[in-house]
């Protein structure tokens, strides 16, 4: 019965090298060392890939009908080897998963069909690629870095068609009186990329929206953080230091203290708000990071 019923010779191995009587010694942060690795909890230093796909894995279980009829419409969501899984036969990564949620908050408060769209900093295009997947836009202009826009524009050739791919003016940011000459825009979006800019830069920014467009949409974090578990500060403290200084909201707080970060997005609704005329439409938890916000502002002085 011992024989049948003991350790084989994988657990063996961990008993006499991982779990014994040294290394349950004390109780002292066991549940973040080898003992622990082993008998509950993937290491997060060498199992980041599998902590990303169980995430995406979750939240594309918990996609909405009408979040899985948008992701449908997105052809070419594999170009560039995104890390996948697969749920309801579907190919599903974090990028498009974040930006069918962000369109659902953003289509259930206004309807961008016919709209001319300004979205400051796209990256490679996801959101653009999104919105155009799925709602008749007249125009989407893209406001960069010269360097992105040499992706973006390459990757949305790849993944929209031609008539898509035609709604798009591609702007580099020293080019901004482009985007200051035209009529005015029914929309303008952010996600992630404000919080990176120098306080000037994103006040002009928002005098550029006060005065150009009617709605804003804005998803970016509530804060900063010092919480070294999260990444080991990698990229050096250096690298950090930079990190703390741009953006409006430069408090370090405990991002994953969820009445903390609700505090703190008072502070970013205010931020946000382009000027005196305009109305915070609606906030709330921007999934699946713990510290991001999203909001909607009306533009109640522009011209209907």
């Not at 702007?171 to 404000?194: H, M």
């Not at 903390?260 to 609606?282: D, H, L, M, N």
């Amino acid at each position: 019965m011992t024989k049948v019923h003991g350790a084989n010779a994988l657990w063996a191995h961990i008993g006499e090298s991982q779990i014994n009587e040294e290394t349950t010694s004390s109780l002292d942060n066991f549940k973040t060392s080898e003992v622990n690795y082993r008998i509950a909890l993937f290491d997060v230093a060498t199992n980041g890939g599998r902590y990303l796909k169980t995430l995406v894995y979750n939240l594309a279980s918990d996609l909405t009908p009408e979040n899985w009829t948008r992701l449908h419409k997105i052809r070419n969501r594999q170009v560039g080897g995104p890390i996948s899984v697969t749920y309801n036969g579907e190919k599903v990564d974090l990028d498009y998963l974040r930006a069918v949620t962000d369109l659902q908050f953003l289509a259930d408060r206004v309807n961008p069909d016919g709209f001319r769209i300004l979205e400051i900093g796209a990256g490679y295009g996801r959101t653009c690629h999104t919105i155009l997947s799925n709602h008749d836009i007249a125009e989407y202009w893209i406001l960069d870095l010269a360097t992105t826009l040499e992706l973006s524009r390459k990757y949305l050739k790849e993944v929209l068609d031609e008539d898509q791919y035609a709604r798009i003016r591609f702007v580099p940011v020293d080019e901004i009186d482009k985007v200051n000459g035209v009529r005015g825009f029914d929309l303008c979006i952010n996600i992630d990329s404000l919080a990176e800019m120098d306080v000037d830069t994103v006040k002009a920014y928002l005098t550029l929206i006060d005065a150009q467009c009617r709605y804003f949409y804005v998803n970016n974090p509530v804060g900063k953080y010092m919480d070294k578990t999260l990444d080991g500060h990698s990229r050096g403290e250096d690298a950090i230091s930079l990190a703390l200084s741009p953006g409006l909201l430069t408090d370090i707080i405990d991002i994953h203290d969820n009445c903390t970060v609700e505090a703190q997005a008072r502070k970013f609704i205010s931020a946000y708000r382009p000027g005196g005329q305009w109305k915070c439409v609606a906030d709330s938890w921007a999934r699946p990071y713990s510290h991001y916000w999203q909001a909607l502002y009306r533009n109640d002085g522009a011209d209907s």
